[in-house]
């Protein structure tokens, strides 16, 4: 268990780092669209839920599973959707000016 | 977990670095969202390839639902309202997160394993940060949707009685690393944490909503990031947190 654990701690710390630097220095109007899109990314927890209803039998798991995953995939469809429309809006303000 | 899936984990983990990085520049942010979006649909398809999913009727019928849910609400809302709706599907996210370690929780229930500590703990941590965010986006979506007042609640001693919510979680917690198998344990912290995600926001304005919004934009990150130690799923691990930083800049 011990291994498994530490290689997850040594994948989130790094990870924070990337984290940082990608974020780092993004200009203020392009904040709303950035959380939006990493909302979308967050939706990630998809995979986790799948995985929770993958079960075949039916059972309280499974069924957990299966609102998580709804739940998940209108994060994800909608985070991303979401976040083009806003930069669809982005662009023509920018033709206009 | 076989070798392909691992490998496509890792495309979508460096499809969604490429993909938030273009999002930060005007120029390529939609190219970006776009690849973060196929990042996505990789991860997706290589965890359906997973031996361990095999209820695929029902699985596709989750992702269709969803996806068509969320394909309405994204082009139904006006713009003005696009704050409130990444609160909303934020707040979604974090539930989905809640409902992870929840059925992990009732699988090991029923599996009479031992369930070892670490796996307890990151059930734990998946369950609190999970319910706040969800709890905590309903009601700022609520409060900037205007469903609800936009002023501040405050009650008397709320603050006292916030520091022992915290208390009873703490002591719950450590009583359930000692027996993991205790459900009615489990069900009130996972019912203290959706509490504490309406305390959280109920004290605080609605002009400062966007704010909060953000804050558990981060929280909703790190809640898949727990729900990836609770299944040791380096794919939830990895692009989860990325988040965390948003909230402060």
């Known amino acids: 268990m011990a291994e498994g654990l530490i290689a997850g701690l040594v994948v989130f710390t790094l990870a924070s780092f990337v984290g940082f630097e990608v974020i780092n220095k993004v200009p203020p109007t392009l904040h709303t669209p950035l959380m939006s899109g990493s909302n979308a ?33 209108v994060n994800v469809v909608g985070g991303f959707l979401v976040t083009d429309r806003m930069l669809q809006m982005f662009k ?3 033709v206009k000016a | 977990m076989p070798t392909g899936i691992q490998l496509s984990y890792l495309v979508a983990s460096a499809l969604f670095i490429v993909g938030l990085k273009k999002l930060g520049s005007p120029a390529t942010a ?26 695929y009727e ?3 019928l989750a992702i269709a639902i969803g996806s068509v849910l969320g394909a309405i609400m994204a ?10 709706m990444v609160g909303l599907l934020n707040g979604l996210g974090g539930g989905a997160s809640t409902l992870i370690a929840m059925g992990e929780f009732w699988r090991l229930l029923n ?5 070892p500590i670490d796996n307890t703990i990151t059930m734990i941590l998946s369950v609190l940060i999970g319910g706040i965010t969800l709890t905590g986006s309903l009601l700022a979506f609520a409060k900037l949707q205007e469903l609800i007042g936009g002023s501040p609640i405050t009650f008397p001693f709320q603050r006292p009685f916030n520091i022992s919510i915290v208390l009873v979680f ?13 459900l009615t344990i489990f069900l009130t912290l996972t019912g203290i944490s959706l509490l504490l995600g309406v305390l959280f926001v109920i004290p605080i304005g609605g002009a400062d909503m966007p704010v909060v919004i953000s804050l558990l934009n981060s929280f909703s990150g790190l809640a898949a990031s727990a729900a990836g130690f609770v299944l040791m799923n380096n794919m939830l691990i990895i692009p ?7 909230g402060s800049s």
């Open chain 2, 111 to 115: 599996s009479n394993e031992s369930v």
């Open chain 2, 240 to 246: 989860a947190h990325w988040l965390a930083h948003r």
């Open chain 2, 75 to 84: 082009y139904k809302v006006e713009m003005t309202a696009m704050p409130q």
């Open chain 1, 41 to 73: 990314i967050s939706g990630i927890a998809v995979v986790g839920a799948l995985l929770v209803a993958g079960d075949r039998d039916w059972n309280i798991t499974v069924i957990l599973g299966f609102i998580a995953v709804i739940l998940a995939m």
């Open chain 2, 58 to 60: 029902m699985i596709l």
């Open chain 2, 170 to 182: 703490l002591v719950g917690s450590a009583y359930l690393i000692t027996d993991p198998h205790n």
């Open chain 2, 30 to 55: 939609r190219n970006g969202n776009l690849i973060a979006a196929i990042g996505m649909l990789v991860a997706i398809v290589a965890t359906l390839l997973d031996q361990q999913v095999l209820n």
């Open chain 1, 92 to 94: 023509k303000k920018e």
